[in-house]
Structures are given as C-alpha cells and as structure tokens.
C-alpha cells in the first residue's frame, strides 16, 4: 500500500461537560497500486483546546462512528478523489455537531 494523504480540518469549537473542544474532521489515504484501490478512513473527533490540557481525542456520541471508504482507483486519480471523500466527510461531520461556537480558519 501506498501513502497517499494525510489531512485533517478543524471545524469550529463545542462545549461538552463545561470544556471547550475543537471538533476535526481527519482523512487518511492508501492506494493499492496492483489492485487499484484507494482506501481512505475517515475520522472524527474532539480535542481539548486549552493550551494546559493534555492532547487527548475525545468521541462524542453525536460524532458520525470512524469509516473507511473503498475506492477503485488508478495511481493518478487518488489525490482528487480522496479530497472528493474528504469534503464530503467534513461536511457530514459539520452537520453532526450542535452550533459550533466559533468557526476556525
């Protein structure tokens, strides 16, 4: 398998249990080049934002569950196709979530 991408987008902040969390969206991606499959997994989580708290991922039960996406692909067409399932995910990712209270950039 061949490492593809990497990415991951923070969304904005939620409070859970009095805490302040950044909500992201993360996308991993390998290609099976004698397969020709992409495999993406695609996750989502949240993770402390105070500067003193240890780093930590935390789920959330109205967080969509982790997924993994199975692609036919040529060697050429992943990177597009995984940032195709990316925005995708972050948006269902988005949706999920209460009102964010900030948006980050």
Do not use: Y
């Amino acid at each position: 398998m061949k490492h593809v991408i990497d990415t991951c987008e923070a969304l904005g902040c939620v409070q859970l249990n009095g805490e302040t969390f950044e909500l992201v969206a993360e996308a991993q991606a390998m290609h099976d080049e004698p397969g020709r499959r992409l495999l993406v997994e695609l996750k989502s989580f949240l993770r402390p934002v105070s500067l003193t708290a240890k780093e930590r991922h935390v789920r959330a039960d109205w967080l969509p569950a982790d997924h993994t996406v199975n692609e036919s692909a040529e060697a050429g067409e992943c990177r597009e196709m995984t940032r195709d399932i990316f925005s995708r995910w972050v948006r269902k990712v988005r949706e999920s979530s209460p009102a964010l209270h900030a948006v980050l950039h």
